[in-house]
């Protein structure tokens, strides 16, 4: 069990900002590398995982959708073998249950071509290409005219893979101090200050795992500002109990290739609940896990970047689709019918599950899709650390942590 502390050191030799499953993983790693080390980390919230890795929907991706030779294709297949092997060890329920992505209709074919091209080349275990009586086997409510089957995608709750590897890091000498929000990164020569909301902390090296906020930090501590976060939230249905079973595991639309979104999917999570979405509306909040949070920094930011109109203007189909989807169950469950031709209105309720993609936006309207890492003398920044984050974690982790170990080396060394 991880403890928390309430004030922060004035001095460290490392400090990881951000406690959720990626700042914890490198937190941890960074501690188990260098014994001798003070390494702490700061969360704003109560208590880590309170964002992005507290509201997933616990999928264990087995690295079908990324670009091969990506840090996404190459940290998530890494990442999925450690994660359960991890899970295994820690007693933590990890179910490798598998996923069909389905194509429905001719003119999604190549789609499938492309994703199965990128399996293949990610080094995908077990991947298959199947049709609908193979289909049927597996998902025997979905429709397809032909699949990808992955069976070692799986899902797990990834808080209690958080709160383990925050664990691990308090056991090790760690340090993690909540309700301490980190405000401003000043760089010298020599060292680093981290000024945060109960005063400073010097150190040697800095690492921001900010999530939705990590363009602020790493803007604060000299990074370019492009690119910029922009919040996109997923809202969820659920199947009723009684129709659960139109589930086994999960089933996936084939997705759109310009967009680093998935499609809606449903999914059987960890705990046994069938979730329907995500969504991806636009919203003025960093952490509006509900539509009525608006912030006006955040809307102000999102809104004067010139990458988020340029976005409107090319996907605006798109976003209007996803508008009506937020609005209407019945055109939310339409779109699912697609691939699950058997579920009616009467099926479904809204879910209290909900979450934010923090979505990383260039100036010119690209839409980030890989894991993106940068540096500033000291400090080494994730500036976009999306899907499939969570299950890349220990991988992701260890490469930040080589990242500080790089710099560590040029400027001040860490001790251990």
Known sequence: MAEFEPDPPSAADIVVIGAGIVGLATARELKLRHAAASVVLLERESAPARHQSGHSSGVIHAGIYYKPGSLKARLCVDGAARLYAYCAERG???????????????????????????????????????????????????????????????????????????????????????????????????????????????????????????????????????????????????LRDHRADLVRASIYP????????????????????????????????????????????????????????????????????????????????????????????SDVERSLHSGVRAQAIGRDGTLVDDFILTETGRCVHVRNAPSPAATSSLALGEEIADRCDRLAGVAAPIRG
């Open 92 to 238: 933590i329920d990890a179910r490798r249950e598998g996923k069909v992505i389905v194509a429905t209709k001719p003119d999604e074919l190549g789609r499938l071509d492309e994703l199965e091209r990128r399996g293949r080349a990610n080094l995908v275990e077990g991947l298959q290409r199947i049709g609908p009586a193979e289909v049927a086997e597996i998902e025997p409510h979905a429709f397809a005219i032909e699949a990808l089957f992955s069976p070692n995608t799986g899902v797990v709750d990834f808080p209690s893979v958080a709160r383990a590897y925050g664990g691990d890091f308090s056991a090790a000498g760690g340090t993690i101090v909540t309700g301490c929000e980190a405000l401003r990164i000043i760089e010298s020569d020599r060292d680093v200050i981290v000024e945060h909301s109960a005063g400073r902390t010097r150190c040697g090296n800095v690492v921001v795992c900010g999530g939705p906020w990590a363009d602020r930090l790493a803007v604060a501590a000299g990074a370019d500002p492009d690119p910029r976060i922009v919040p996109f939230r997923g809202a969820y249905l659920r």
């Open 254 to 345: 084939t997705p759109d290739p310009d967009l680093p979104f998935l499609g809606m999917h449903l999914t059987r999570g960890p705990s046994g609940e069938v979730l329907l979405g995500p969504t991806a509306l636009f919203v003025g909040a960093r952490d509006a896990y509900s539509l009525k949070t608006v912030r006006r920094q955040d809307l102000v930011e999102s809104l004067s970047w010139p990458g988020t109109w340029r976005v409107f203007r090319g996907f605006w189909r798109y976003g209007a689709t996803e508008v009506r989807h937020a609005i209407s169950i019945r055109s939310f469950v339409a779109e699912c019918r697609r691939y699950l031709p058997e579920l009616r209105r």
